[in-house]
C-alpha cells in the first residue's frame, strides 16, 4: 500500500514540474508575440506625420527598398518606408513589421547600415542634415521595427509606442 502511495504521489508531482516548466518556456516565447500594433504601419506614420510636422516624403516601392535599405520586402508582413523628396534633407522613417521574429536581427543590421549610408553622404554636404543623420533612433517592439531620422526624432518614438498595447 505504502509503494503505491509514493507511486502516485511521484507521479503527481513530476506532472505538475512537467507542466510548469513547459508554461515557464511558453509565456517567454508568447511575450514578444503578445504585443500588438493599434495601427497598421501606414495609419502609424500618417497619424505620426499630423501630429509631429515632417518635410514631404515618398514612399519606397519594393526595388527601392533593396537598393536602399539592402532588404527584400518580402521579409515583411507589413510595411512603409518614406524618404525625402529631394536630397537636401536626411529626415526619413520606416516603420516594418517582419514576417518571422527570426529576421529581426537581419533588418536591424540592414537599417543601422542604411543610417552609416545616410551619415557618409551627408558628411560633407550639409552638417546640420548629418548630426541630424547621426542622431537616428532605432526602435524593435515585438515585430515591429521603427527607423526614424528627424530633428524631432524623440517626439516621433514617442508617438510610435503610443500605438502598441501589451496583451
Request: charged share 25%.
Amino acid at each position: 500500500m505504502k509503494k503505491r502511495t509514493f507511486v502516485l504521489l511521484l507521479t503527481i508531482v513530476l506532472s505538475l514540474v512537467i507542466s510548469a516548466c513547459s508554461n515557464s518556456s511558453n509565456s517567454s516565447n508568447s511575450k514578444e508575440a503578445a504585443i500588438q500594433a493599434t495601427a497598421s504601419a501606414k495609419e502609424m506614420v500618417d497619424q505620426m506625420f499630423e501630429q509631429i510636422e515632417q518635410p514631404m516624403l515618398m514612399e519606397l516601392d519594393p526595388e527601392m527598398i533593396e537598393n536602399l535599405y539592402h532588404l527584400d520586402a518580402a521579409l515583411f508582413e507589413e510595411y512603409t518606408i518614406r524618404t525625402p523628396l529631394m536630397n537636401v534633407q536626411t529626415n526619413e522613417i520606416a516603420i516594418v513589421k517582419v514576417k518571422d521574429a527570426k529576421d529581426i536581427a537581419t533588418v536591424e543590421a540592414a537599417i543601422k547600415q542604411r543610417a552609416t549610408d545616410v551619415q557618409k553622404q551627408f558628411e560633407t554636404y550639409l552638417p546640420d542634415q548629418y548630426e541630424n543623420a547621426k542622431n537616428y533612433k532605432l526602435v524593435t517592439k515585438g515585430n515591429y521595427i521603427l527607423f526614424v531620422i528627424s530633428d524631432k526624432a524623440d517626439e516621433l518614438v514617442k508617438a510610435y509606442d503610443s500605438f502598441f498595447e501589451q496583451k
